[in-house]
């Protein structure tokens, strides 16, 4: 769960479809990585994103990780990876307000949000992510 200033929201990770994704994402979390940042783009009717280590979108973790361009679709709620071309994802993420089928092959989905879709929505730039805790 994705704890933020505005409120949470759950998502379920897609373990099967983007292992190594999923695998780096875990790795953050558990060492706490994403406590504290910002969320410093929101483009609303699009998206909401976060997890730059500099709270710009410039910044990044010190590797890269591969794309995972799986047969997910980029509807209202998905979350992908941030990248700036292919194999170049690393910590940041963002979240769809709508449908966006543009990005299907482009960015890695690692996960949907299965509640808290209207938390999304009201997210701003500058709101904080509290914490991310896991659930079996």
Not at 96 to 120: C, M, N
Request: glycine letters at 12%.
């Amino acid at each position: 769960m994705l704890s933020t200033s505005k409120g949470d929201i759950e998502w379920q990770l897609q373990v099967n479809e983007a292992p190594g994704s999923v695998e780096s994402f875990l790795t953050l979390v558990d060492s706490g990585y994403y406590n504290g940042k910002t969320l410093h783009r929101v483009v609303p009717n699009f998206v909401v994103q976060g997890g730059c280590p500099r709270g710009d979108g410039f910044g990044g973790q010190d590797y890269s990780i591969r794309s995972e361009f799986a047969p997910l679709k980029y509807t209202t709620g998905a979350v992908g990876l941030a990248s700036a071309g292919k194999d170049t994802e690393s910590c940041q993420w963002f979240i769809t307000h709508s449908p966006t089928p543009h990005l299907e092959g482009r960015y890695t989905i690692f996960a949907y949000v299965t509640r808290g879709q209207e938390v999304v929505q009201q997210l701003e730039v500058g709101d904080v992510i509290e914490n991310v805790t896991l659930f079996p």
